[in-house]
């Protein structure tokens, strides 16, 4: 009977797949860290014979091919994507056995991309799954804009036509296994969100996904209208998917000391603090920017530098730095300067710089006593849903190119839940602004923004 485990990557929303019968196994989407996957494997007792990618990724570098090169295992990408290495070219209802009870067939759903494929998963003739990769997601499914928007009129239309040609001919009990739609930006919405399910089948979304329950104009319609911004290290992602990318190296740093620390940041260098925004509020290296492990790094660290930019990480230990290494190079980011440990008194010979935080209420008490302006970081879309009436709107991911249109003075800075508000707040204070007049706004948007009696309004237009 066929094994199918899930390998979870929360901090970009995705998801690999290891499927096995006991013996030998497949493996679906890998990120970049292969010893994860090869762990699996080896705990089950199991080899690894074919790797499986579902679409040349968008959104983060592959391990495709080095957990191929690694287990000796066929690697298999649709024949129509162009690589530059040896592959095994697999077409639309091409079969291949894995083993006596267990094969997959492919089936041809672009969309997503030009040459997507899924993978419906067979165990005794039967089928009990489908590897959808970034095509059906769990009440969703993934965007069709990565390719440009010249491209994104006709790729919705065949997202659309791909739902159905899935939920046509898979059994309603066949688990749906996508690898987007866990908070991924390559999902249809404004930030990847899907249903919040972690499971689904064939007939469950046929009762509930949008895709299979409106009519094509109306659902073309609503998703279009729902594209959001996007990450944009994803512009790097599927040429160095094409190139082949190499095993990661997880090996540490070379060490940084204060002074070392100092020329960087003045040099124009990314020195980031790992530590939570609370950390980094009481007390920083001036000039460090904040990107907490505890939120999406990878994502909106990949989002702001520029790329190929030298990056020196700050954590308070060893394991610290090994888990943003971990990160950083499922989306290509690989060599950094250096890095160090400890705390800010470790960091810097000046005095440690502060900021303050607060709460909605806090922002409620003081917005009509005093002169202040209100940044609000958040996406478009969060935007539209409702905002502080006269709050400046700049996105978190267009700051640094629109940091002009942020207001001299003192500026609370805020977005949905406060990370994003934390990032901003020390994009700021190393491009420019006094700390002492930047606040981070460290709370809920939707459940305190309005209960604090903030004019929360819909965008105009």
């Not at 649709?78 to 070219?89: G, I, L």
Request: glycine share 10%; net charge negative.
């Amino acid at each position: 009977m066929a094994t199918i485990v899930p390998i979870e990557t929360p901090t970009l929303g995705d998801r690999s797949y290891l499927a096995h019968d006991g013996r030998v196994a497949l493996v679906v989407d890998p990120q970049r860290d292969i010893d994860r996957v090869l762990a699996l494997a080896e705990n089950a007792g199991v080899r690894i014979t074919h790797v499986f990618e579902t679409h040349i990724h968008n959104d983060y570098v592959t391990g495709g091919l080095a957990l191929a090169q690694a287990t000796g295992a066929a690697y298999c990408i649709n024949a129509a994507d162009k690589v530059s290495f040896e592959r095994t070219p697999i077409r639309d209802s091409e079969v291949v056995d894995i083993s006596s009870s267990l094969r997959i067939r492919a089936i041809a759903t672009p969309g997503h991309t030009y040459t997507h494929l899924s993978y419906a998963l067979e165990d005794g003739g039967e089928p009990v799954g489908v590897f959808t990769g970034g095509s059906l997601l769990f009440g969703a499914t993934g965007r069709p804009d990565l390719l440009g928007q010249e491209h994104t009129f006709d790729l919705v239309h065949r997202q659309y036509a791909s739902a159905h040609r899935l939920a046509g001919e898979l059994p309603e009990q066949a688990q749906v296994l996508p690898t987007h739609g866990f908070g991924s930006f390559c999902s249809t919405g404004s930030t990847g969100s899907t249903s919040g399910a972690s499971a689904s089948t064939v007939g469950e979304e046929k009762r509930a996904n949008p895709a299979l329950t409106q009519d094509e104009e109306r659902w073309v319609a609503e998703t279009l209208a729902g594209l959001d911004a996007y990450p944009a290290y994803y512009v790097h992602m599927s040429a160095a998917n094409a190139a082949g990318p190499r095993a990661a190296d997880l090996s540490l740093p070379a060490t940084a000391d204060a002074a070392t620390l100092a020329r960087r940041i003045a040099g124009g260098e990314w020195v980031v603090d790992l530590r939570t925004r609370t950390a980094f509020a009481a007390g920083h290296a001036a000039g460090t920017l904040n990107f907490g492990l505890d939120g999406e790094l990878s994502t909106y660290l990949g989002w702001l530098i520029p790329w190929g930019t030298p990056l020196t990480l700050l954590g308070e230990s060893p394991d610290q730095i090994t888990e943003a290494q971990r990160e950083l190079v499922r989306i290509g980011i690989d060599r950094l300067a250096g890095a160090a440990t400890g705390t800010p008194e470790d960091w810097t010979d000046a005095p440690v710089e502060r900021l303050r935080r607060a709460t909605f209420a806090d922002l409620t008490q003081v917005r009509h006593h005093r002169g202040i302006s209100i940044l609000d970081v958040r996406q478009v879309s969060e935007f539209t849903a409702g905002h502080i009436e006269g709050a400046v709107h700049v996105p978190l991911g267009d700051l640094l190119d629109r940091l002009e249109d942020v207001p001299d003075g003192e500026v609370w800075v805020h977005c949905g839940s406060g990370y994003r508000a934390s990032v901003a707040a020390s994009v700021l204070a190393a491009r420019g602004h006094s700390a002492e007049n930047v606040v981070v706004v460290d709370d809920s948007f939707d459940e305190h923004a309005a209960a604090s009696g903030l004019p929360v309004v819909p965008a105009k237009g």
